[in-house]
């Protein structure tokens, strides 16, 4: 059997299947990849490629030369003949795929960031109708932190909303540098629930900004499993939370110092925090996320974005960790495959979506934050 056929059928019963976290991302991993693949040779090159590093990190066998080699040459069919937008979305999503696989994150936030680059390019082309950049606008906007970006977008926007709009990206990129030095320092002293929760409030925030700025690009539906920000919005004022933009910009910088000290105690051994301690700086992390969905929306009310808030016993482990059985802590059972749960509670269609969307949004194996 030849290596082409060989691991194209690795990369349709092993690798896309393990690499499907959503209904839409299984509709890209188990169909469009193949199709696209067998007529365009960067994208088969580059899909061989990713089958062959996935392989290597399951199996631990060696393909590092299969690796080079087919990354080379998906390189070279890419430069060769100037490839359509959705062609070079897909090989973007297949590079920071390997990158991430072999936990170079660095690399993989590169790969991300170029499709990110390319999105905002077919945007102002006016080329958002295809359904491969509706797809990936999720994934690569959602990890936009660059307070210095989109400035042609935001002049469309008035001095007050562009202020604002400026703001709450300073926020997010301030969040973000947080959450990258608790990823690479302290991860194995954090609980899995609690990374998660942390991380769900720093893609809530990405996407939310992002989607206020590219509304007829970056669009949730109600299958996405997100709670829009006219539901937020009620809820914040029921329970008398709603802040305005300057409070809003006054509560940040007293949790996210509080937030680290919290975490330098568990880092370091200098202390024991209490339970109600996390819990009480998760409450208001979560009332100051919703607040910045809401201001996000009052921004651009086309917005679509909102919030998938999970439990602590909601939130799934890694797919990958789990597929090589290493030990996570403080987790339910993922569902990021069919057939697999914990309990009648896991059939819960809204809760089955947010699950798979933090599989694709949240995990670091595609959502390149820890980068």
């Known amino acids: 059997m030849d290596v082409d056929h060989s691991y194209t059928q690795l990369f349709l019963c092993k690798t896309a299947p393990l690499l499907s976290s959503t209904r839409k991302w299984r509709h890209f991993w188990q169909s469009i990849v193949p199709q696209v693949a067998?007529?365009?040779?960067?994208?088969?090159?580059?899909?061989?490629?990713?089958?062959?590093?996935?392989?290597?990190?399951?199996?631990?066998?060696?393909?590092?030369v299969?690796?080079?080699?087919?990354?080379?040459?998906?390189?070279?069919?890419?430069?060769?003949?100037?490839?359509?937008?959705?062609?070079?979305?897909?090989?973007?999503?297949?590079?920071s795929a390997m990158a991430q696989c072999n936990e170079d994150f660095t690399a993989a936030m590169a790969h991300m960031k170029s499709g990110e680059n390319i999105l905002r390019e077919a945007t102002r082309n006016e080329h958002t109708g295809s359904e491969i950049v509706r797809l990936m606008a999720a994934t690569f906007f959602g990890l936009s932190a660059d307070t210095n970006n989109d400035i042609s977008v935001m002049d469309r926007f008035p001095p007050s909303k562009r202020r604002a709009c400026l703001e709450l990206k300073v926020i997010g990129a301030d969040y973000a540098r947080l959450i990258r030095r608790?990823?690479?320092?302290?991860?194995?002293d954090v609980d899995t629930p609690t990374m998660g929760f942390l991380s769900v409030a720093f893609t809530?925030?990405?996407?939310?900004?992002?989607?206020?700025?590219?509304?007829?690009?970056?669009?949730?539906?109600?299958?996405?499993?997100v709670v829009p920000a006219a539901e937020v919005r009620?809820?914040?004022?029921?329970?008398?939370?709603?802040?305005?933009?300057?409070?809003?910009?006054?509560?940040?910088?007293?949790?996210?110092?509080?937030?680290?000290?919290?975490?330098?105690?568990?880092?370091?051994?200098?202390?024991?925090?209490?339970?109600?301690?996390?819990?009480d700086l998760k409450k208001r992390l979560r009332v100051l996320?919703?607040?910045?969905?809401?201001?996000?929306?009052?921004?651009?009310?086309?917005?679509?974005?909102?919030?998938?808030?999970?439990?602590?016993?909601?939130?799934?482990?890694?797919?990958?960790?789990?597929?090589?059985?290493?030990?996570?802590?403080?987790?339910?059972?993922?569902?990021?495959?069919?057939?697999?749960?914990?309990?009648?509670?896991?059939?819960?269609?809204?809760?089955?979506?947010?699950?798979?969307?933090?599989?694709?949004?949240?995990?670091?194996?595609?959502?390149?934050?820890?980068?």
């Open 38 to 64: 067998w007529a365009n040779p960067s994208v088969h090159h580059a899909m061989i490629a990713v089958a062959a590093t996935f392989d290597s990190y399951i199996s631990g066998i060696d393909h590092t």
């Open 66 to 95: 299969l690796i080079l080699e087919r990354r080379s040459q998906a390189v070279r069919a890419f430069t060769t003949q100037p490839p359509s937008w959705d062609v070079a979305l897909i090989v973007c999503r297949l590079f």
């Open 182 to 188: 608790i990823a690479q320092l302290r991860l194995q």
């Open 204 to 225: 809530t925030m990405n996407q939310a900004i992002s989607s206020a700025m590219y509304p007829d690009l970056l669009v949730f539906s109600e299958d996405d499993g």
């Open 234 to 279: 009620t809820k914040l004022v029921r329970e008398d939370s709603l802040v305005t933009m300057d409070e809003l910009i006054i509560m940040y910088p007293c949790l996210c110092y509080e937030l680290e000290h919290y975490l330098d105690g568990i880092a370091t051994g200098t202390g024991i925090p209490m339970a109600s301690s996390l819990n």
């Open 289 to 371: 996320v919703d607040n910045y969905v809401v201001q996000a929306s009052e921004i651009e009310p086309r917005m679509t974005a909102g919030t998938f808030w999970l439990d602590d016993w909601g939130v799934p482990g890694c797919l990958m960790h789990r597929h090589l059985d290493r030990p996570q802590t403080g987790v339910s059972p993922c569902l990021g495959q069919e057939g697999v749960g914990a309990g009648p509670e896991d059939q819960d269609p809204v809760l089955r979506e947010r699950r798979e969307y933090y599989h694709e949004h949240v995990c670091q194996y595609r959502s390149g934050f820890m980068c």
